[in-house]
């Protein structure tokens, strides 16, 4: 069964954020708003944060809730913020922020996914260089046949 994790209305090509925390909570704001999370999700995502960096290298980070925050999600989704200016992430760039809500451990699929793409340089150009929220969807659609 597919599952539409991500859509092009959970895509922001210019986030506003500057700071790791920032990010975080423009991230939850946006997967609240897709109706996939409760407001208490954000909270979850910080502490996975202050435990774990979620970092993934190439430009990318894909923060998450804890394992304890399963009751704040309520359906699986992506959300994807890209950034202009690099934003400071425990010392490392980021451009691209992928948060994600798994419901009954369908993310684990979504990030295998996601991995794939920012291990592929040119995949990531192509993301960054991106002019519409269809663009990015086409590039990482495959994370939709995942879930």
Not at 135 to 146: C, H, K, P
Request: no cysteine.
């Amino acid at each position: 069964m597919t599952t539409t994790v991500l859509t092009t209305d959970r895509i922001v090509l210019s986030g506003t954020a500057r700071t790791r925390d920032e990010a975080i909570a423009e991230a939850a704001r946006l997967l609240e708003a897709a109706g996939a999370v409760t407001s208490d999700y954000e909270a979850a995502m910080r502490q996975r944060e202050s435990l774990v960096s979620t970092f993934m290298g190439n430009g990318l980070a894909i923060p998450h809730g804890t394992n304890e925050a399963k009751e704040a999600i309520l359906a699986s989704a992506l959300t994807i913020v890209r950034y202009d200016e690099p934003i400071d992430w425990d010392g490392n760039p980021v451009r691209v922020v992928a948060a994600i809500a798994g419901k009954d451990g369908g993310h684990m699929a979504v990030l295998s996914s996601l991995a794939l793409v920012f291990s592929d340089d040119s995949a990531v150009e192509q993301l960054l260089a991106a002019e519409s929220p269809q663009q990015v969807l086409d590039l990482l659609g495959d994370v939709n046949d995942a879930a």
